[in-house]
């Protein structure tokens, strides 16, 4: 087989680029699109010139003729699809956050132990240029031990209204760096202290700062702001910082990376994680799911996007949102 017949379970707006990704790569082929609604099912596969559809995911995962599933449901509707779809033999795309709870990301786990398929989590930021030359840096002994850590991950307030109703920023975004900063220190968290900021007043608050203690001593800190003013021209104001014994990385991904001003105003588009070209998006989303399907193609299992590791960094950020809710610093293991 060079080609890996996939079908996407969930259609929302990060489905829909989760489409505009794989039609692009040349060892996917997208057969098959699941959603609950009707009207958006029958607009997406029009879209995207498919014919197998589904409004529950368990015919999906019944076909023989589907190798693989990118499962894209909100975060805590993740499990049941995920296990299931182990269970069939396919091949598991799963995007973060893993799960909501760290029981189910062990359930997940286990499916995976005894399924033929693979399983990859989607921690896209580990597929930025950017942080894979940092992580290369740091393996080669550059910056010594590390012994601090800073990130930044702000969005517009535009974005997220909608968002803040299903998910907080810190599970929602600082997971992110979260992710990366366990992969920069190959360490564990041992605790973590959080307060939270409300703003517009919805289910989950505007923002969160996190701070973090490693087990080998190294801290970080990190903050994710979702309500920059909405007339912010870029995206994402997105950085972070690393101090070791013996010297320091700094990475930015944000404006102005690229400015194009035009009749209404500055913007900065994305350059980064899913830009379009001609129809199909690229960047570090393209290099992601080409991993995957290079991976599952080869009936390995993924260094990049392991469970475990999603798992541990779903844990961290659930202790953070714990410590402020309660106030108090919350500690892991």
């Known amino acids: 087989m060079d080609r890996l017949r996939i079908g996407v379970i969930g259609l929302g707006w990060f489905g829909e680029i989760h489409c505009e990704t794989i039609v692009g790569i040349p060892n996917l082929e997208l057969v098959a699109l699941c959603t609950r609604r009707p009207d958006r099912l029958s607009e997406q596969a029009s879209k995207f010139g498919v014919t197998k559809t589904y409004t529950d995911y368990r015919d999906m995962l019944a076909d023989t003729g589907i190798d693989a599933v990118s499962i894209v449901t909100m975060w805590d509707q993740h499990t049941d699809p995920a296990v299931d779809a182990l269970k069939a033999g396919k091949h598991v795309f799963l995007e973060k956050p893993m799960a909501s709870t760290v029981a189910d990301c062990n359930k997940i786990m286990a499916a995976a132990n005894a399924s033929r398929g693979i399983l990859q989590v989607g921690h896209i930021c580990r597929f930025n240029p950017r942080y894979r030359m940092t992580k290369q840096a740091i393996d080669e002994g550059r910056i010594g031990k590390?012994?601090?850590?800073?990130?930044r991950r702000?969005?517009?307030?535009?974005?997220?209204?909608?968002?803040?109703?299903?998910?907080?920023?810190?599970?929602?975004?600082?997971?992110?760096?979260t992710d990366l900063m366990l992969w920069f220190t190959s360490d564990r968290v041992v605790s973590a202290y959080s307060q939270t900021v409300s703003v517009r007043n919805l289910t989950f608050p505007d923002i969160g700062q996190t701070m973090y203690r490693f087990k080998g001593g190294a801290t970080a800190t990190l903050e994710t702001v979702w309500c920059m003013p909405e007339k912010t021209p870029f995206d994402i104001d997105e950085r972070m910082s690393i101090i070791g014994t013996e010297g320091i990385i700094h990475v930015q991904?944000?404006?102005?990376?690229?400015?194009?001003?035009?009749?209404?105003?500055?913007?900065?588009?994305?350059?980064?994680?899913?830009?379009?070209?001609?129809g199909v998006r690229g960047g570090a989303l393209r290099a992601e799911f080409e991993y995957f399907a290079n991976c599952a193609l080869m009936g390995i299992a993924p260094k990049i996007g392991r469970p475990e590791d999603a798992a541990a960094a779903l844990e961290a950020t659930l202790a953070a949102e714990e410590s402020a809710r309660t106030g108090n610093v919350v500690r892991i293991g």
């Open 154 to 177: 702000n969005i517009p307030a535009a974005w997220t209204p909608t968002i803040l109703e299903k998910i907080g920023p810190i599970v929602g975004d600082a997971i992110h760096d």
């Open 253 to 278: 991904d944000t404006f102005p990376n690229l400015g194009i001003v035009d009749g209404s105003r500055l913007h900065s588009p994305d350059t980064t994680y899913w830009p379009m070209f001609e």
């Open 146 to 151: 590390i012994v601090a850590l800073q990130s």
